[in-house]
Structures are given as C-alpha cells and as structure tokens.
C-alpha cells in the first residue's frame, strides 16, 4: 500500500525474480490501492480489536484484486514495512514470513556447512 505523500523506495528484488511487468515500469503505478482511502490500509490510534479486524479484512479484499500484489508484498518484506496492510498481508503476518523465511535461510546455511564439512 502506497500512502499518495511518501515516496516509494525500489525493492531490490533479485534479477530472476524481476517480471515483465516490472521492467515496463515501477510495480507500484498499477497498485490498486493508489485508488483507495490510505486509513483502509493503516489503523487510526486506539482502534478496537473488531474493527481493526473488519478494516484488515477490507483491504486484503483490495489486495487480492491487486494486479501487482506480490511485487508489493516482497517489498514490504524486504524494507520491512513495520505498519499496515501491504500485499495482502499485517504487519503481523508479515513478521511470520520473514521469520520462516530466517528459520529456512539458517537451515540451509547449517545443511550446507554439513555437506561441506563431510
């Protein structure tokens, strides 16, 4: 999600990752969320539990008509984005990834070291 005051950092997204869409332009000019209220996106101070629920729910409905929502989704992981909804995904959900993300890197790294060792 793009609030329309910030400007948008690039990602780096690795070079076999990168689609023809991105290529033709920044994945965040077909972001379907350029059209919509950013606070749909972001929670207000002091938001109660069910409507911050109801409003999550709300977005991730905008996300998933998104055309450009796993470009967006990787960028907030990769910046990490700290707040809002971004990719179909909180920010909670989002800390979940990359700390798989983390547990599979490690592990790879200690599979690694093993075979190199034996």
Same mark, same amino acid.
């Given at each position: 999600? !793009? !609030? =329309?005051? +910030? =400007?948008? %950092?690039?990602?780096? /997204?690795?070079? %076999?990752?990168?689609?023809?869409?991105? +290529?033709?332009?920044?994945? *965040?000019?077909?972001?379907?969320?350029?059209?919509?209220?950013?606070? !749909?996106?972001? $929670?207000?101070?002091?938001? =109660? #539990?069910?409507? @911050? !629920?109801?409003?999550?729910?709300?977005?991730?409905?905008?996300?998933? &008509?998104?055309? /450009?929502?796993?470009?967006? @989704?990787? *960028?907030a992981l990769l910046q990490p984005e700290p707040y809002g909804v971004w990719g179909g995904l909180t920010a909670?959900?989002?800390?979940?990834?990359?700390?798989?993300?983390?547990? &599979?890197?490690?592990?790879? +790294?200690? #599979? #690694?070291?093993? $075979? $190199?060792?034996?």
């Open positions: 999600m !793009l !609030l =329309p005051h +910030q =400007p948008l %950092q690039e990602a780096a /997204v690795p070079s %076999q990752r990168i689609s023809a869409r991105e +290529q033709a332009g920044p994945w *965040h000019s077909e972001a379907v969320c350029r059209r919509d209220e950013a606070g !749909l996106f972001f $929670a207000p101070s002091k938001e =109660p #539990t069910a409507a @911050r !629920l109801s409003r999550e729910e709300a977005a991730k409905r905008v996300c998933a &008509r998104c055309p /450009v929502m796993v470009e967006c @989704r990787e *960028h909670a959900e989002r800390r979940v990834v990359l700390a798989r993300r983390r547990r &599979r890197e490690a592990e790879l +790294q200690r #599979t #690694t070291r093993i $075979a $190199a060792a034996g």
